[in-house]
């Protein structure tokens, strides 16, 4: 079992900046792979960036291409999301999730064993 905390997200401008982070615990951080969705209002979930092990290999949605940045710290089991730029459209709530079968991850969320509680980002315009 794989139990994932995420921060508190918050209620930024457009063109503000935030992060989120993922803390986890109950298996050993450095075999996961790491990912972010998120939804929003009246839509699906959808991917926002994958983090393989030790961080070598990073994926991320045409839509947050160039400004959100994920990264990964083995040694405080965390994962994070850096956004910069933020849109109106980035307004969703954001879930953090683990997968342990792979050492890339993938962009599908039923891949996902392990999910955060979920945060809230909002983006005012």
């Known amino acids: 079992q794989v139990h994932l905390v995420e921060s508190a997200g918050g209620l930024v401008q457009a063109g503000g900046s935030l992060r989120l982070s993922c803390t986890a615990s109950g298996r050993t951080f450095s075999r996961l792979a790491m990912a972010w969705f998120r939804r929003a209002p009246g839509e699906q979930r959808e991917f926002v960036a994958v983090?393989?092990?030790?961080?070598?290999?990073?994926y991320y949605s045409d839509s947050v291409k160039g400004r959100f940045t994920i990264s990964r710290d083995d040694v405080q089991n965390t994962v994070y999301l850096q956004m910069n730029s933020l849109k109106f459209e980035d307004t969703a709530v954001y879930y953090c999730?683990?997968?342990?079968?792979?050492?890339?991850?993938?962009?599908?969320?039923?891949?996902?064993?392990?999910w955060g509680q979920g945060t809230q980002v909002t983006v005012s315009s």
């Open positions: 999730a683990a997968d342990g079968d792979s050492q890339y991850g993938t962009r599908r969320s039923v891949d996902y064993d392990y």
């Open positions: 983090i393989g092990w030790r961080g070598v290999t990073t």
